[in-house]
């Protein structure tokens, strides 16, 4: 059994899935959860090695997740690595966010995209909302 195990919410992602699933599996066990999608979203995850849960409709990003939490609990894992299916995360950081949390076991760890550049690449207006949500995220985490 790992200790950790790879959630993808994913919403008619099939375009990229299997992509994302092949290079995450390299890291652990990969979950999907299909929310509701109306493509091969959950075909595809599957082909590519991922354990799936299909719900019934779209319920939302946070449902998704929860589900996906749900069945990490349920596996009995210590670690939880979230990942989007559209591949704005890149898999290959899976190892530093794991160090990362063996380093500090009581912390929330939480990937950032903005450095090195990263910044440049991204819409002004969800620019600032990922710096308002980090604000506050940092805030409520200490």
């Given amino acids: ?7 993808i919410p994913a919403f008619d992602e099939a375009p990229t899935l299997e992509r994302i699933v092949t290079r995450a599996r390299r890291y652990g066990s990969v979950l999907v959860v299909d929310d509701g999608s109306a493509d091969d979203s959950a075909r595809v995850a599957g082909a590519a090695g991922a354990d799936v849960i299909r719900l019934d409709r779209r319920r ?10 749900r069945e990490a609990l349920a596996r009995g894992v210590d670690r939880v690595v979230t990942l989007d ?3 704005q995360h890149d898999p290959d950081d899976i190892p530093s966010l794991l160090r990362a949390a063996a380093e500090a076991p009581d912390a929330l760890v939480i990937g ?6 990263g910044a440049r690449l991204v819409p002004a207006g969800r620019l600032a909302a990922l710096r308002v949500a980090g604000f506050f995220i940092n805030w409520l985490t200490g």
């Fill in 1 to 7: 059994m790992s200790d950790h195990l790879i959630v």
């Fill in 60 to 69: 939302g990003k946070g449902e998704a997740l929860r589900q996906g939490f």
């Fill in 85 to 87: 299916a559209d591949g």
């Fill in 112 to 117: 950032g995209r903005l450095g090195g550049g």
